[in-house]
T-cell receptor, first 114, second 113 residues
Framework: QQQVKQSPQSLIVQKGGISIINCAYE??????FPWYQQFPGKGPALLIA?????SEKKEGRFTISFNKSAKQFSLHIMDSQPGDSATYFCAARYGSSNTGKLIFGQGTTLQVKP | DTAVSQTPKYLVTQMGNDKSIKCEQN?????MYWYKQDSKKFLKIMFSYNNKELIINETVPNRFSPKSPDKAHLNLHINSLELGDSAVYFC????????????FGQGTRLTVV
């Protein structure tokens, strides 16, 4: 119940295309959903985050769509660029703000071809 | 200035040895973490400290012992290293708890031979 299932495991997109990564969860106690981006040899970095009272959040080319009833959320990368090639992790918070923890999805390796 | 720095970046050691990984953050954050990333890139929380107090201790073997001498430092000591401990270990910090942005260090790639 504390799992977050992420798909696809890997994704290849042409430059200028739309990259879509999906995540699903079971535990309705999750209440904060960030996405992290990780480049090879680096630590993950926060990309964008959403709370379940909002159905969509957009920051530049990155959009999170959130479907509370379906317990699914997704990351859309518009006009994908080669520089977006990285591993993307969805996550969900379980527990209180101070004592809770982030449960990460399995990661999606995105390759954007020039 | 690196926000979250951890040393060493690479660590190769033999089974049975004891090793430490150091982490420092200069962001003034209250919360610090250790995460383990396995060979399939799966990230899992190991420990969380808030103001030097242990908050989260996942089902991690007793051979792993975190120590927080002050709010800016969280070190990880590992006793009797095993082959299965090989992974990338990330230190991270956040202003206050997991709902604030977590800043990760560059990771320590531990290889046990």
């Amino acid at each position: 119940q504390q799992q977050v299932k992420q798909s696809p495991q890997s994704l290849i997109v042409q430059k200028g295309g739309i990259s879509i990564i999906n995540c699903a969860y079971e535990n309705t106690a999750f209440d904060y959903f960030p996405w992290y981006q990780q480049f090879p040899g680096k630590g993950p970095a926060l990309l964008i985050a959403i709370r379940p009272d909002v159905s969509e959040k957009k920051e530049g080319r990155f959009t999170i769509s959130f479907n509370k009833s379906a317990k699914q959320f997704s990351l859309h990368i518009m006009d994908s660029q080669p520089g977006d090639s990285a591993t993307y992790f969805c996550a969900a918070r379980y527990g209180s703000s101070n004592t809770g923890k982030l449960i990460f999805g399995q990661g999606t390796t995105l390759q954007v071809k020039p | 200035d690196t926000a979250v720095s951890q040393t060493p970046k690479y660590l190769v050691t033999q089974m049975g040895n004891d090793k430490s990984i150091k982490c420092e953050q200069n962001l003034g954050h209250d919360t610090m973490y250790w995460y383990k990333q396995d060979s399939k890139k799966f990230l899992k929380i190991m420990f969380s400290y808030n103001n030097k107090e242990l908050i989260i201790n996942e089902t991690v073997p007793n051979r792993f012992s975190p120590k927080s001498p002050d709010k800016a430092h969280l070190n990880l000591h590992i006793n009797s290293l095993e082959l299965g401990d090989s992974a990338v270990y990330f230190c991270a910090s956040s202003l206050q708890g997991v709902s604030t942005e977590a800043f990760f260090g560059q990771g320590t790639r531990l290889t046990v031979v």
